[in-house]
């Protein structure tokens, strides 16, 4: 891997959040669209964005996205947007009221796990999360280095 290059999930992604799925044990995961300015979008296909501190929340009746930093543009200095604004995030309804249902009810939270263009729109992966406990986190590594451990027998062992 070439110094300075961050790894993605997948290959088209802009951003993927990887300390989520360290800090928390996701539950359901939903796509969204994102409510972006100009500027926004120039900046996502030229830079990329950054999610680690990022979270949602919803307010009236609406699920806003927030210290999700997506980079000024260069080119538009004088037009730019504000890195850190809250974002909307577009989602049917019926998601809207299932999602705000289960983060009141059960207290999970709601945590953007990748950011990316499904064809020429942003779209966020936003998944309902519960917070991890000391012990489920060494838990969760314990197993990947077990995993890890089997993969790599295989592979010696098909040489």
Do not use: C
Not at 10 to 15: C, L, R, Y
Not at 140 to 147: A, F, Y
């Amino acid at each position: 891997m070439a110094k300075g290059k961050k790894r993605k999930v997948a290959p088209g992604d802009i951003a993927s959040n990887r300390t989520a799925s360290h800090k928390y044990e996701f539950l359901d995961k939903y796509e969204a669209g994102l409510v972006l300015q100009g500027t926004e979008v120039k900046a996502l296909r030229e830079s990329g964005a950054q999610l680690k501190d990022g979270f949602a929340s919803i307010r009236d009746g609406e699920i806003w996205l927030y210290n999700v930093h997506i980079p000024p543009y260069a080119p538009a200095s004088r037009d730019n947007h504000e890195p850190e604004r809250p974002r909307k995030l577009l989602l049917n309804r019926r998601e809207i009221d299932a999602i705000s249902g289960r983060t009141v009810e059960r207290g999970l939270t709601l945590v953007p796990t990748r950011l990316y263009f499904k064809d020429s729109r942003a779209k966020v992966e936003i998944a309902l999360a519960k917070g991890k406990d000391r012990f489920d986190k060494r838990e969760s590594l314990k197993r990947k280095d077990q995993e890890r451990d089997v993969q790599r027998a295989l592979r010696d062992a098909g040489r």
